[in-house]
């Protein structure tokens, strides 16, 4: 069964560093989503993308975080210079895109980071 | 904005049914969906219901949908040990974003 790639799972940073998490979709969907989780909370939504270009990045802080999709398949979400607030978990989901569908978003298994 | 509400906490003993409560104050959604996320995991899509419809069964899930009230809820029918999990409530809005509750929390007891 297709599933959505990411890595690393865990990430341990001291806080003014720069972090960088990868994200392969399930192949074939246009679009791309990154979530950010903190601990007992529902996931929101930072950056979506549709094949390479951004739809929505109103919820992502551009100072120090920035996100690419450049060929339109995978993913890289940066953040430079890491917080202690950062500290979460990151989900990348994707989905196809068809607005005429139910359009089901398949969610990985997320990259923990602890920003010491 | 969308502003979706679960409560934090559900305790069941198994074999009893489970119902996970949702509010929601934005009604233009065309889906709201269901996941659950196991410790340290991903979100596994449970099942969804079309806002035009009242009711879904999934095998022992049963979606209801209250739209003059803005209330979704998910009921588990003989709950079991391995449905202890974190259950989210997700409101499919423009540009197929999707906003999520806070997130519930089922402990299932032997």
């Known amino acids: 069964e297709a599933e959505v790639a990411q890595s690393p799972r865990y990430k341990i940073t001291e806080k003014s560093q720069a972090v960088a998490f990868w994200c392969d979709p399930i192949s074939g969907h246009a679009t791309l989503y990154w979530y950010r989780q903190i601990l007992g909370q529902g996931p929101e939504l930072l950056v979506q993308f549709q094949d390479e270009s951004v739809v929505d990045d109103s919820q992502l802080p551009k100072d120090r975080f920035s996100a690419e999709r450049l060929k339109g398949v995978d993913s890289t979400l940066k953040i430079q210079p890491a917080e202690l607030g950062d500290s979460a978990m990151y989900l990348c989901?994707?989905?196809?895109?068809?607005?005429?569908?139910?359009?089901?978003?398949?969610f990985g298994a997320g990259t923990r980071l602890s920003v010491l | 904005g969308e502003d979706v509400e679960q409560s934090l906490f559900l305790s069941v003993r198994e074999g009893d049914s489970s119902v996970i409560n949702c509010t929601y104050t934005?009604?233009?959604?065309?889906?709201l969906y269901w996941y659950k996320q196991e410790p340290g995991a991903g979100l596994q899509l449970l099942t969804y219901?079309?806002?035009?419809?009242d009711m879904k069964q999934d095998q022992r899930l049963t979606v209801l949908l209250n739209k003059k009230d803005k209330h979704l809820s998910l009921r588990i029918a003989d709950t079991q040990t391995g449905d202890s999990a974190i259950y989210f409530c997700?409101?499919?809005?423009?540009?197929?974003?999707?906003?999520f509750g806070g997130g519930t929390r089922l402990m299932v007891k032997p």
């Open positions: 989901a994707s989905s196809l895109g068809d607005r005429l569908a139910k359009n089901i978003q398949y």
């Open positions: 934005d009604s233009s959604s065309t889906y």
């Open positions: 997700a409101m499919g809005g423009a540009g197929n974003m999707l906003t």
């Open positions: 219901i079309f806002s035009n419809m």
